[in-house]
């Protein structure tokens, strides 16, 4: 008399196995896009909908300190998705010089305030691409500096 522990299993039953782990991988993998998607469409509605905070004042400048600290004469100070530019990101991938145009939200706020209060203090601002998932613009950068301009 054989247990069933004994018992083996037969291929079909392995096979069903091995298709619930690949099913259960999937749904985590699902999950995981629902969740990042969730989690930018909520970034976008903030980005899009609501003003720059003074928790987000308060990192640019300790961004600027720390760079300061290490020496540097720019930091990274804001990113958001290229696609929250009313063009993709293309005018400010290349350079044009009307890429402020496309700005909105956030990052049209933060860019006027740099014009009433930064540029009058010696700082300049730069915007670029930052990453290229899947060879497309991602991310757009602002860069502030206040390194000395070259003669």
């Known amino acids: 008399m054989t247990s069933a522990e004994d018992k083996v299993p037969s291929a079909e039953e392995l096979r069903l196995m091995e298709l619930q782990k690949e099913m259960e991988a999937m749904d985590r993998a699902q999950a995981a896009r629902a969740a990042e998607e969730a ?3 909520a970034f976008a ?9 003074e928790e987000e004042r308060t990192l640019i400048r300790r961004l600027v300190m720390n760079a300061v600290k290490d020496g540097k004469f720019e930091a990274l100070v804001y990113s958001f998705p290229s696609e929250l530019t009313t063009d993709g990101g293309r005018a400010i991938n290349n350079n044009r010089p009307d890429w402020p145009d496309t700005l909105q939200g ?3 706020e933060l860019y006027e305030r740099y014009l009433e209060v930064a540029r009058p203090q010696g700082y300049r601002l ?5 990453n290229f998932p899947g060879g497309v613009p991602g991310d757009v950068g602002f860069y502030l500096s206040w390194a000395e301009e070259a003669a």
């Open 39 to 41: 989690k930018r469409a």
């Open 45 to 53: 509605t903030d980005f899009l909908q609501n003003h720059v905070g």
């Open 106 to 108: 956030k990052a049209r």
């Open 126 to 130: 730069k915007a670029m691409i930052i």
